[in-house]
C-alpha cells in the first residue's frame, strides 16, 4: 500500500508540474524579455535618430507599434518606430547629412540612392534605419527604426497588442 501511495503522489507532482509549464500567452515564457528588450533598443534608436536631426529643422510625431513578421506556422512580432523631420533646408541635402551624421556615430549604411529622391538605409546592433523623403509630402524627411523578427512560439500572435503609441509625449 505505501509502494501505492508513493507512486501515486510522484505521478501527482509530475503531472502538475508539467500542466504549469503549458501556456500559449506571449507574455509567458522567454519572449517578453525578448520582445521587452527589443522594444527599448528600437525607442533608444529612434531617439538617437531624433537627437541627431533635430539640428535641421523640427522633429515630431514619434511613434512607435508592434506589427507581425514571419508568416504562419513561425510568426512573430517585430518592434517599429518612426519619426518626421521637418528641415529647414532642402530635404534632400537633410537625408544624406543626417546619414552622414549617424554614420559618425557608428551606423552602417546598408543601401542608398537618389532615384527618385534622396535615401538611405543604415544598421547597427541588430537595429535597422531607414531615412526617406516622405512620400505625400516633399518638404518632409521620414525616419524609422526596427527591429528584428522575435518568433512567440505557441500561440503566436494571437491576443498580441498592435496599438500605436506615443513616444514624443
Known amino acids: 500500500m505505501r509502494h501505492a501511495t ?27 524579455v525578448d520582445t521587452d528588450e527589443q522594444r527599448e533598443q528600437v525607442v533608444s534608436r529612434l531617439r538617437e535618430i531624433s537627437e541627431t536631426v533635430a539640428p535641421q529643422g ?3 510625431d514619434l511613434y512607435g507599434k508592434w506589427t507581425v513578421c514571419g508568416g504562419p506556422p513561425d510568426a512573430g ?3 517599429r518606430a518612426s519619426g518626421r523631420l521637418v528641415p529647414s533646408a532642402d530635404p534632400g541635402a537633410s537625408v544624406q ?13 546598408t543601401e542608398e540612392g537618389s532615384d527618385p529622391q534622396p535615401w538611405a538605409n ?8 531607414s531615412l526617406r523623403i516622405n512620400a505625400y509630402r516633399s518638404d518632409e ?4 527604426v526596427a527591429g528584428d ?5 505557441e500561440g503566436g500572435t494571437k491576443g498580441w497588442d498592435y496599438s500605436r503609441e506615443r513616444l514624443d509625449g
Open 149 to 153: 523578427c522575435v518568433e512567440l512560439g
Open 141 to 144: 524627411v521620414t525616419f524609422s
Open 77 to 79: 512580432v517585430e518592434y
Open 6 to 32: 508513493v507512486s501515486a503522489t510522484v505521478l501527482l507532482t509530475v503531472l502538475v508540474a508539467g500542466l504549469a509549464g503549458c501556456g500559449s500567452d506571449p507574455e509567458e515564457g522567454s519572449a517578453p
Open 58 to 60: 523640427e522633429v515630431s
Open 122 to 129: 543604415l544598421e547597427r546592433d541588430g537595429v535597422t534605419a
Open 97 to 109: 547629412a543626417a546619414a552622414e551624421a549617424l554614420v559618425a556615430q557608428g551606423w552602417t549604411v
